[in-house]
């Protein structure tokens, strides 16, 4: 079959363009609540995509109603306080470094419990980069749902551990606000690079 005639299927350009090329970092939120369901259907998304040994330590806090967002307000950067106590949800994503600890259930055609019992030195590495990759898909739900988000990481991690994880083996990583962005209070968008400059085929 000739290459150049082959049809490639066509990706849906509305849905791209709200997952990637038109969606922002949001800086202000609409006076518009955020229904569970949605967060109920993020997860049912994002919980989908691949880590590592299928070992999913990502951990989410999420604080809705003001007297939640309250305890979170002397961890934040000043500023970010108006742009998380404002925001409909606003989503600790965390690590769960005792992450091994569920592989039993996770994956259970092989010992991976016992594979980081014995490799400890693998544990610090795996838990947050898979963590991390794990935020990128909940992200990337969250706005394939119809939700903007609005991603921060100035705040004090050390005060916000000791406020919702302390006592546990969980850390966060960063905060994202979630509802329904504000178009006034987005700043122009600033450059990205050309493939040509930062990719390599070898």
Partial sequence: MDHQTTQQPQADATLLARLFTEARSQNGWLDKP???ALLHQIHELARMGPTSMNCA?????????????????????????????????VAILATD???????????????????????????????FRNATLQAAYYMLAAR????DCGPISGFNAGEV?????????????????LGYGDPSKLFPRHPRFAFDDVCTIL
Avoid: W
Avoid at 60 to 72: N, P, S
Avoid at 106 to 118: A, I, N, Q, V, Y
């Fill in 34 to 36: 955020v229904p569970t």
């Fill in 161 to 177: 551990d000791r406020i919702f994880f302390e006592g546990t083996e969980t850390r966060s990583n960063f905060i994202c606000g």
């Fill in 97 to 127: 470094f005792a992450f091994a600890e569920h592989l039993p259930f996770l994956f259970p055609h092989t010992d991976g419990k016992g594979f980081f019992e014995r490799n400890p030195h693998l544990v610090a590495d795996t838990a």
């Fill in 57 to 89: 330590p990502l951990r989410i806090v999420y604080l809705t109603g003001a007297q939640a967002k309250e305890r979170l307000r002397p961890a934040l950067a000043a500023g970010n306080v108006d742009k998380m106590m404002s925001c409909p949800v």
């Fill in 144 to 147: 394939a749902v119809g939700l």
